[in-house]
């Protein structure tokens, strides 16, 4: 799993800022810890499905396919300690 800044994001797309070189084609999880909890309490974290459809030195593009809200035991206390992203490569 690798980690990276989100950049951008839409209900099709993300940009995403990461130290990982990424290929055009690849199929990309993307977890991102929400700072919004639900009901005021509980924490979510967006997992989304895509694959990257343009990638340069230190960013990519993803087309997303598929996304969901999960609940999460993870608790950012505040922004500035919000560093909850994830990406890790599918196979296939």
Do not use: C
Not at 60 to 71: G, H, I, M, P, V
């Amino acid at each position: 799993v690798a980690t990276g800044r989100t950049v951008n994001l839409s209900s099709s797309g993300a940009l995403v800022a990461s130290q990982r070189q990424m290929s055009v084609g690849e199929r990309i999880e993307l977890f991102v810890d929400w700072l919004v909890r639900r009901n005021g309490t509980t924490p979510l974290q967006l997992v989304a499905l895509g694959n990257v459809v343009r990638a340069d030195a230190g960013v990519f593009a993803l087309s997303l396919k598929r996304y969901e809200f999960r609940t999460t035991k993870k608790q950012p206390q505040s922004a500035s300690d919000y560093e909850g992203h994830g990406v890790r490569r599918l196979g296939g």
